[in-house]
């Protein structure tokens, strides 16, 4: 089974630092692109930021300079490191990775971790 999953929520303080990990696990030949979703309470879900498997990446305005994506396509990793942030940052963070190949016939269109939840309060 091809699952990912994801570490590094929690509470922090504004202007405070977070760095959200997820890992593909499982048989995986490759992925294309891999990214960030959030949802907070009440709203509906949007795209952070999102990287490519050639490590270009996009990001939404509001964390623009602050949030930082990586991977590492070795270990099927990619990373969100949260600087600078602020209580509208709260929500449930979503990793996701979109065009998983298992093998030469079989690729997953979209896969979707369960969420972690990050807080910033004082």
């Known amino acids: 089974q091809v699952q990912l999953v994801e570490s590094g929520g929690g509470l922090v303080q504004p202007g405070g630092s977070l760095r959200l990990s997820c890992a593909a696990s499982?048989?995986?030949?490759?992925?294309?692109?891999m990214g960030w979703y959030r949802q907070a309470p009440g709203k509906q879900r949007e795209l952070v930021a999102t990287?490519?498997?050639?490590?270009?990446?996009n990001y939404v305005d509001s964390v623009q300079g602050r949030f930082t994506i990586s991977r590492d396509n070795a270990k099927n990793t990619v990373y969100l490191q949260m600087n600078s942030l602020r209580p509208e940052d709260t929500a449930v963070y979503y990793c996701?990775?979109?065009?998983?190949?298992?093998?030469?016939?079989?690729?997953?269109?979209?896969?979707w971790g369960q969420g972690t939840q990050v807080t910033v309060s004082s």
């Open positions: 499982g048989s995986i030949f490759s992925i294309n692109v």
């Open positions: 996701n990775a979109k065009g998983v190949r298992l093998t030469y016939w079989v690729q997953r269109s979209d896969l």
């Open positions: 990287i490519t498997s050639g490590l270009s990446t």
